[in-house]
């Protein structure tokens, strides 16, 4: 099965911190992606990458940018925390190249910002 | 853009009956896939059926089948004998495929609870 693991369920960070979200998955996946869920609105996607040193902004990318220089890890950043970006936060991988490939989810953030 | 819409926030279902989860989207493309996502309150996501839009047969897994109308843009959930394990948030999701790029589209969510 593929496995998507992200470095904290639980995390409480000040205002103005810089933050460092941390997912890995073993499945040897192209694509990677970062999403924030929140009540009544769904997953909304922050950024995507689908190569390694290659990424794409998503709906709200504003406050965050991310890295991937391993095939496996794709870390999401907030430069400068805010009490707006308190949140869960979802990993994502899928095999990239093809069609009907779904997205494998990891457990989750949830990211409280003070 | 794709839109993702589900219009039932919350839902409840007595154990061993079906219930549906509605959901709709605005596309103008002819070739995509759908899927429903569970995630139940220990939050993992974990994909629940998908269909293909050119296939004209309703994809079924176990307890779980689907209602896709294709030219009304509905893909509606249908879960038989529910069972307690359902109680979860449901996801319905729209992927349109890109070459080395398979972004999804996400509803806001149905919040299913099952009831003994």
């Known amino acids: 099965d593929v496995k998507v693991t992200q470095s904290s369920r639980y995390l409480v960070k000040r205002t103005g911190e810089k933050v460092f979200l941390e997912c890995v998955q073993d499945?040897?996946?192209?694509?990677m992606f970062w999403y924030r869920q929140d009540p009544g609105l769904g997953l909304r996607l922050i950024y995507f990458?689908?190569?390694?040193?290659?990424?794409e902004k998503g709906d709200i990318p504003e406050g965050y940018s991310v890295s991937r220089e391993k095939k496996e890890r794709f870390s999401l950043i907030l430069e400068s925390a805010s009490t707006n970006q308190t949140s869960m936060y979802l990993c994502?991988?899928?095999?990239?190249?093809?069609?009907?490939?779904?997205?494998?989810f990891g457990d989750g953030t949830r990211l409280s910002i003070l | 853009a794709q839109t993702v819409t589900q219009s039932q926030p919350e839902m409840s279902v007595q154990e061993a009956e079906t219930v549906t989860l509605s959901c709709t989207y605005d596309t103008s493309e002819n070739n995509y896939y759908l899927f429903w996502y569970k995630q139940p309150p220990s939050r993992q996501m974990i994909l629940v059926i998908r269909q293909e839009a050119y296939k004209q047969q309703n994809a079924t897994e176990n307890r779980f089948s689907v209602n896709f109308q294709k030219a009304a843009k509905s893909f509606s959930l249908k879960i038989s004998d529910s069972q307690l394990g359902d109680t979860a948030m449901y996801f319905c999701?729209?992927?349109?495929?890109?070459?080395?790029?398979?972004?999804?589209?996400f509803g806001a969510g149905t919040r299913l609870t099952v009831k003994p």
């Open positions: 994502a991988s899928s095999l990239g190249g093809a069609d009907n490939q779904p997205q494998h």
């Open positions: 499945m040897d996946h192209e694509n």
């Open positions: 999701a729209f992927m349109k495929p890109q070459h080395n790029n398979n972004d999804m589209r």
């Open positions: 990458s689908y190569d390694v040193k290659m990424k």
